[in-house]
């Protein structure tokens, strides 16, 4: 692939990923409910995930695969434990 086509699509892939992080920051702060801003981190954290994917692909340094895979454990421990104890929003 054309070095140059590689480095505008990265580019536009971390454009991509910097919008749907506004996205979903805004939706965590404005949520209505819990669950809400759950999904919210839920999807924040496998957008980080992503964003480190692109920075494995841009510099071509696999140093951050340990990284990933200790965010995407912590991502689904926290999830399934804050929906296990999560209690009613007040209606």
């Known amino acids: 692939m054309d070095p140059q086509l590689y480095g505008i699509l990265l580019t536009i892939a971390a454009g991509l990923l910097v919008v749907a992080f506004l996205i979903t920051v805004w939706r965590i702060i404005v949520g209505p409910n819990s669950l809400d801003r759950l999904v919210g981190m839920d999807g924040l954290v496998a957008m980080f995930q992503c964003a480190l994917a692109t920075y494995i692909c841009w510099t071509l ?13 912590l991502g689904f421990i926290s999830t399934v434990s804050v929906t296990r104890f999560r209690k009613r929003d007040p209606q």
Do not use: F
């Not at 951050?64 to 454990?73: D, E």
């Open 61 to 73: 340094n696999t140093t951050v695969v340990s990284a990933m895979l200790v965010v995407a454990l």
